[in-house]
């Protein structure tokens, strides 16, 4: 199972560029500002990061308990090193990072799943679920990136289905 999987980071950017283009005006302006400035950290520009993630990440108000503690207790000094210091471009060890090419020697049936509104999006996991040999795609309705919390029991239906299927 591949859920919102990061596959390559160049269409990862590219697909969120769009999300990044459908915000309003003065969110976009912020981001842009904050990043040419360098001074991501800033309380401005992590809002208007949050505005982003409360369509792309999760859609729930409030956010769950279970996503909350996990920011509460993620390493971002690894983020970072690994992402970079903004969520729209990467400058770390992940910048290049493409397995595209590696997609063609999955050879187990395979479920993609995604949020509709995912970072990971539909289109993206389609397109590389069209080079896995036996893939099957799946959509979660009114969910983002963290699907499993936003829509809980669709998501494992989907998941369940997919099992069910193996035998």
């Known amino acids: ?7 390559s980071t160049e ?3 590219a697909d969120n560029t769009e999300y ?16 040419a400035a360098g001074t991501t950290e800033s ?24 996503l909350n503690r996990a920011f509460e207790l993620a390493n971002f ?13 990467a400058t770390g060890t992940l910048e290049d990072f493409d397995v595209s090419g ?12 995604c949020g509709e509104y995912d970072e990971a999006t539909p289109a993206a996991c389609r397109d590389f679920a069209a080079a896995v040999p036996d893939a099957r795609v799946e959509i979660v309705a009114e969910a983002s990136h963290t699907g499993h919390l936003e829509q809980r029991d669709a998501f494992m239906a ?3 289905t997919f099992l069910a299927s193996l035998k």
């Open 1 to 7: 199972m591949l859920a919102s999987p990061l596959i």
């Open 11 to 13: 269409r990862w950017i």
């Open 20 to 35: 990044r283009e459908q915000l309003p005006q003065e969110t976009q302006r912020i981001l842009d500002e904050h990043e």
């Open 43 to 66: 309380a401005e520009y992590q809002e208007a990061v949050m505005e982003f993630y409360t369509r792309h990440l999760n859609r729930m108000d409030p956010w769950p308990e279970e």
């Open 77 to 89: 000094d690894l983020y970072v090193t690994m992402w970079g210091n903004t969520e729209f471009n």
């Open 102 to 113: 590696d997609l063609g020697r999955i050879q187990v049936p395979t479920l993609m799943i």
């Open 158 to 160: 989907k998941l369940r």
